[in-house]
């Protein structure tokens, strides 16, 4: 596979094994392979550059939305996902809890009076992406993309060892799915189009999200932002509880909205911190030119030492802390799908 672990090294051709190193050393990479023309030229040869909104004016329908959030559906959906033996995005396992995550949506979806879709994405590998779109009123063509990753993986048995993936990311998975259940119970209608993207292959270094980002610039798809969950679940004690923004790979504008929608939203000031290159699927858009950014648990990657191995558990998690994180994410959808900017 051909991997890219920084924006100036030369991406190499590596075995299996290889990129398992890599893996277990804690470095990050995008596996470029299948999506090489994301990185053949710089992100802004995109013709199209969305506008953000300059002020935030759905406050009653949000206000109204967040305080029907509940913590109830995170333990409900992670226990029997998390009860997957793994989810590796190239294995039956990683298929089969697509499938089921899939269902839970629709589940949501089904007796919705918006128009929402939910589909597949296939990929080369086992796991499909999940996608659930409710279309705009029809005022324009942009998509607003709000996104986690399902897949979860062992740092030392990738293909078979037990991963699972509560924080990682599980923990961002059933955040965008509260708010997605949220959304559809309380009018959501919005200008642009919102889809919730739910991403195979994360730890495959981005393979899911590279695959839908690229597919969408080639088919000149307007983008106005993406928003990415990869773990909200944990935070140290003994520190701030804060919403970590990435300040690499996103851009300026849409960390600053977020900031904005953090602090009139939620109960939570936001940090910025540099994740690193391949750090999770909001570089994938990055990449093909789109803005995106990206909420963590904290301003410090490297606190919940459980991830990919078999601690990564439900007990490990704060809901309450991961429910601030839905807030955001339903802010998101309103205050970007409803303006008129």
């Not at 939305?65 to 109830?72: C, E, F, M, V, Y």
């Not at 993309?145 to 924080?167: C, E, K, M, T, Y």
Request: aromatic share 10%.
């Amino acid at each position: 596979r051909l991997i890219k672990v920084s924006q100036e090294a030369r991406p190499r051709w590596l075995t299996a094994d290889a990129i398992s190193v890599l893996r277990q050393a804690g470095v990050r990479f995008m596996d470029i392979t299948d999506a090489q023309d994301l990185h053949s030229q710089p992100a802004s040869r995109l013709k199209y550059e969305s506008r953000l909104p300059s002020r935030l004016e759905q406050q009653d329908k949000v206000g109204l939305a967040i305080s029907k959030l509940s913590t109830d559906l995170y333990g409900q959906v992670l226990t029997p996902f998390t009860a997957f033996h793994n989810r590796y995005y190239d294995s039956d396992n990683g298929r089969k809890s697509s499938h089921w995550l899939q269902q839970q949506i629709e589940e949501i979806t089904g007796g919705s009076k918006a128009n929402v879709t939910v589909s597949r994405f296939e990929h080369r590998f086992k796991q499909p992406s999940v996608v659930a779109r409710v279309e705009g009123t029809g005022e324009t063509d942009e998509t607003v993309v709000i996104s986690a990753h399902q897949d979860s993986v062992n740092l030392w048995l990738p293909w078979f060892g037990r991963a699972s993936g509560a924080d990682d990311d599980g923990s961002g998975t059933v955040t965008i799915l509260e708010a997605l259940r949220v959304l559809l119970a309380t009018g959501f209608s919005p200008r642009k189009h919102v889809e919730f993207h739910w991403y195979a292959g994360e730890e495959g270094g981005l393979l899911g999200s590279q695959d839908i980002a690229k597919a969408y610039k080639e088919d000149s798809r307007k983008v106005a932002a993406n928003m990415h969950f990869d773990m909200t679940g944990f935070w140290l004690r003994s520190e701030p509880e804060v919403i970590g923004l990435v300040s690499d790979n996103t851009d300026k504008e849409t960390r600053d909205l977020v900031a904005r929608l953090a602090k009139s939203y939620t109960r939570l000031e936001t940090r910025e911190f540099a994740c690193g290159y391949g750090c999770s699927d909001h570089a994938s858009w990055n990449a093909a030119g789109y803005r995106s950014a990206m909420a963590f648990e904290s301003d410090q990657l490297e606190a919940n030492t459980n991830i990919h191995t078999p601690q990564d558990t439900i007990d490990t998690l704060d809901f309450n802390h991961m429910l601030e994180f839905s807030k955001l994410a339903v802010a998101f959808a309103y205050e970007v799908g409803y303006s008129k900017d």
